[in-house]
């Protein structure tokens, strides 16, 4: 009854209070995902992120007790978390081996799983499951209210780590080429050499100049000097470490 819920909103406080303050966003997805799992009582969990170019959902996180699925991608309607990514409704199956759309690929152990999706103002940004690995433990409707709860304050504290990750990357980030800006490249420029001196190594600066570049521009127009630069970045990106 109420009381119940009573408890649960406490636990559910418990479980985020300290989770908000991180911003790194694989560590908050896989906190998360041990959160929910420690919440609910589960024997293991995932967490799926929806990637937008493939229009499938991409394990980010696997506990799984009898294997490690991470970074599997699962179609809409593959599994429960790829048919709750399809319908947008939170999902509870028992005797996950009888049920017709279960993974081949999944664990034979694996008896009762939920599943909810990650939203935030309307948008999926991924969906969170959970397994029960013993015969006699099953899902309530009362987890899925749980789980729901928990899945509505994680989606916004995942949401607001990957801005805060955006900003980040902006912050250091040419936005045409893609490569280091000029500030931040002075300062890992500076360390580098700081690191060279410490430890007598020796260090090397390369520096590229594009020929006839200013011909290009003035017979094809900026925009075609932009697709060079972005051609050269890229080349380099690929023909050189981080």
């Known amino acids: ?10 636990a559910l406080n418990a479980t985020l209070r300290d ?3 991180e911003l790194d966003v694989p560590r908050l997805l896989r906190i998360l995902t041990e959160r929910a799992i420690t919440l609910l009582g589960a024997g293991g969990g995932s967490l799926g992120l929806y990637d937008e170019t493939r229009a ?5 996180v696997n506990i799984d007790p009898a294997q490690d699925l991470t970074g599997t991608y699962l179609k809409p309607g593959e599994g429960v978390m790829g048919h709750v990514m399809d319908t947008l409704e939170p999902l509870i199956v028992q005797e996950y081996q009888n049920w017709p759309g279960r993974l081949p690929g999944a664990s034979s152990n694996l008896h009762s799983v939920i599943a909810v999706p990650l939203m935030v103002g309307g ?12 015969a006699e433990r099953h899902f309530a409707p009362a987890d899925l209210r749980l789980l729901n709860l928990f899945a509505g304050q994680a989606a916004i504290t995942i949401e607001n780590a990957r801005l805060y990750a955006g900003v980040q990357q902006l912050a250091v980030t040419d936005g045409l080429t893609a490569l280091t800006n000029f500030r931040h490249f002075m300062e890992l ?5 700081e690191r060279a001196r410490r430890y007598h190594r020796p260090l090397t600066l390369i520096m590229l100049d594009l020929d006839r570049f ?16 972005r051609g050269l970045a890229d080349r380099m990106k690929l023909s050189l470490r981080d």
């Open 1 to 10: 009854g109420s009381e119940r819920h009573a408890n649960e909103l406490v």
């Open 19 to 21: 989770v908000s303050g």
């Open 56 to 60: 499938e959902l991409v394990l980010a």
């Open 123 to 134: 948008r999926m940004l991924g969906v969170i499951g959970l397994g029960h690995y013993e």
């Open 189 to 193: 420029a500076r360390r580098e050499f």
């Open 214 to 229: 200013k011909q290009v521009n003035d017979t094809w127009g900026h925009q075609a000097g932009n697709q060079v630069l």
